[in-house]
């Protein structure tokens, strides 16, 4: 309880990183129990519960699903659902996390609360990088979602199926998966508010917009025979041009191919251009042999910026006149000026380019070797931000394996035994670390850039918070204090007395685990239902409620944890937000439970 509590106050306090607070904690355990062992335990036991937790199935199950989400993101597998929330956005900030909200709550009635996160995870953040909104103000909320969608039926989180498990053992009768949903639902309506119009506002902004993202490039844009521009005029389809694109030499009456059109805009918006207008940023050619360089060495295409020092031969030349495609065979996209000074004059060329000036940022397309030589021997100056271009032709490949592991883990495996058809459920353990390894045999997932997929912090974190849960429920500290709350709740009204187990629970879920909490909670409640003549029904649910109220710390859930490096938060942010909510969910559920079952 000591070390809980000490672990909590530091996270509170943030004064050092959660990290370091999460190895001390490990250590303070793993020694703790060395020297003063468990009743009836040696010393080395100790260490197996300290330490157990880089072990343990759910960082595996952690660490394979970002693993797998970023198989998704380099792969551009969700950019379709992305474009239409990106579009719902675009048109209402509000309406467009409203909608996430309800997606989110939807499926996970009836998917695992983890994979739905994953699979929402990189679409969030890809809106934030697009600067729609914070991912810091969206990615709680949506988790918080997630979860109360979670608890609506019996199949919607593992921890449900546990509680009903142990209130059968103890001789409770089955709980259908729907007998519940009407409660859950009318408390979303109480909490949906809650986290569409008042949670994002308790959030830090994290949105950081990077230079990256400010600067303007101006390129030429080539129109193919296979064009939306080829016979058509600039006003026909100016409604299909992606925010941020301006038109510098518009053309009178319709475009033929072969021509090109000077256009600027951000890296993003020239790329949505290129792909709603199907046109080139650069001649067909050198893209043609970019791409064929790239499946013959199978390395990834890349985008990065580049910009011209002094030195640079580049200087007062043109893309044209500089022979950049002929000798390195990488692609200039575009060119980014600085804002000019009083009485500077941009210089272009007799054909309209502009002439390359010292201080001009290039967006540069190419093979990672190819970008390196061109950088060093051009007298160019590598600025960070470098992204690798989605791997389009592997999109349906990486989304399929997301999808199996996400169907074998919540509906299972298609089986027929002599009964019929008996589907077999995986443990999502299993099937994502599956999922995982398919990304890498596939190609879908470099094998040497999965550390970019992965948050120490976060494994750490999980490490710590395994750790923490076990010596909670293995010291007997759980099971004390759910003695202690039975003979206190023998003079409450049902009412307080759901609210308190259900209090209980969520505190124990939120710094143990939710499997401790259910296992504890769970025959408590039964026995407290004897001893005060009520149902059992209400107060096992009361339980389950409470196993997943589980808002107030990054520890008490692995989408919890999912989220925070995303969304930059720390462990007041889970305070800040979560514990609002957890009254709000507590309240609410205990009135609707006392009305539902006439208490």
Not at 248 to 270: F, K, N, R, W
Not at 398 to 408: D, F, H, K, N
């Amino acid at each position: 309880m000591a070390v809980t509590i000490a672990m909590f106050i530091a996270f509170a306090r943030g004064r050092y990183p959660e990290e370091i607070i999460s190895l001390i904690t490990i250590a303070v355990i793993g020694v703790g129990l060395y020297f003063a062992p468990l009743e009836g335990a040696k010393p080395t036991d100790g260490l197996v519960i300290a330490f157990g937790g880089f072990g343990h199935q759910a960082l595996i199950t952690i660490c394979a699903l970002m693993i797998m989400g970023r198989g998704l993101v380099v792969t551009g597998a969700l950019e379709p659902f992305a474009r239409l929330l990106e579009s719902l956005f675009r048109i209402n900030g509000q309406l467009g996390l409203l909608v996430a909200l309800l997606i989110a709550m939807s499926l996970s009635m009836f998917v695992n609360d983890t994979p739905v996160m994953v699979l929402l995870l990189p679409v969030l953040v890809a809106l934030a990088g697009k600067g729609l909104i914070a991912s810091s103000k969206s990615l709680m909320p949506i988790n918080a979602a997630v979860l109360i969608g979670g608890m609506a039926t019996t199949i919607g989180t593992s921890t449900n199926i546990l509680v009903v498990s142990i209130a059968q053992d103890i001789g409770m009768d089955t709980i259908g998966v729907f007998e519940f949903t009407p409660i859950v639902l009318v408390a979303a309506l109480f909490a949906l508010p809650y986290l569409w119009l008042v949670m994002p506002r308790l959030l830090r902004d994290n949105s950081v917009i990077p230079d990256n993202v400010r600067r303007i490039f101006h390129t030429r844009l080539r129109v193919g025979a296979s064009s939306l521009l080829a016979g058509a005029e600039l006003a026909a389809i100016r409604d299909k041009l992606p925010e941020g694109i301006t038109f510098h030499d518009v053309p009178t009456g319709s475009m033929q191919p072969l021509q090109q059109l000077h256009i600027s805009g951000t890296h993003e918006a020239l790329e949505e251009a290129t792909r709603v207008l199907k046109g080139e940023l650069a001649p067909s050619w050198v893209l043609d042999r970019i791409r064929r360089v790239s499946k013959a060495r199978g390395e990834d295409i890349v985008a990065v910026e580049m910009t011209v020092t002094a030195d640079s031969r580049l200087i007062t030349r043109t893309l044209a006149s500089s022979g950049v495609a002929d000798l390195y065979g990488v692609a200039v996209l575009g060119i980014h000026r600085r804002n000019r000074m009083l009485g500077e004059r941009d210089v272009h060329s007799e054909a309209g380019d502009l002439h390359i000036l010292e201080g001009d940022v290039l967006l540069v397309m190419g093979i990672e070797d190819d970008l390196h030589t061109f950088a060093r021997n051009d007298g160019l100056l590598r600025l960070e931000g470098a992204r690798e271009l989605p791997r389009r032709s592997k999109a349906v490949l990486a989304g399929a394996i997301m999808l199996g592991a996400i169907s074998t883990a919540s509906l299972g495996l298609p089986w027929f035994d002599a009964n019929g058809y008996a589907p077999i459920k995986l443990p999502i353990a299993i099937s994502a670390l599956t999922g995982a390894i398919i990304m890498f045999v596939t190609g879908c997932v470099k094998f040497d850039r999965v550390g970019r997929a992965l948050s120490a912090k976060v494994i750490v974190l999980i490490a710590a918070s395994i750790a923490i849960g076990r010596v909670i429920d293995a010291s007997g500290a759980a099971e004390w204090l759910g003695q202690g709350l039975s003979l206190g709740l023998a003079y409450l009204p049902p009412a307080l007395v759901l609210s308190a187990i259900m209090l209980f629970v969520t505190i124990v879920t939120n710094f143990a685990s939710n499997v401790s909490a259910a296992t504890i909670g769970t025959p408590i409640a039964f026995s407290i239902a004897s001893s005060l003549d009520l149902p059992p029904e209400p107060l096992v649910l009361a339980v389950l409620f409470g196993c997943n109220l589980c808002y107030a710390t990054p520890i008490a859930y692995q989408t919890n944890m999912l989220i925070m490096s995303e969304g930059g938060y720390e462990f007041r942010d889970y305070l800040r937000a979560g514990v609002p909510l957890v009254v709000l969910m507590v309240t609410v559920l205990s009135v609707l439970l006392v009305l539902w079952y006439g208490l």
